[in-house]
């Protein structure tokens, strides 16, 4: 079963809702859910162990700033991002 993410703004990727035993049509996967989006290395998307597929341009929605709640451990502080 593959599973299918897009590089949005860096250092962010953006996970689809979706899985697939074979490749999609770009034009089908850009239309599925959106599961998370989360800071990922630069090193994961360029190492080749993620395969490119393709390339499309962000819609609106994927180019929205996304906020992240950060907890401390050793505090008990939270941080907005």
Partial sequence: M???G???T??????????????PRLEELAKMPIAFRIWVSNYAI?????????H???????????RF????LLRENYHIR
């Fill in 2 to 4: 593959l599973a299918f």
């Fill in 6 to 8: 897009r590089v949005l």
């Fill in 10 to 23: 860096d250092p962010l990727v953006a996970f689809y809702d979706f899985t697939s035993p074979k490749l």
């Fill in 46 to 54: 360029c190492d080749g162990d993620w395969p490119i597929i393709g």
């Fill in 56 to 66: 499309a341009p962000l819609t609106p929605d994927l180019e929205q700033p996304v």
């Fill in 69 to 72: 709640l950060n907890k401390i």
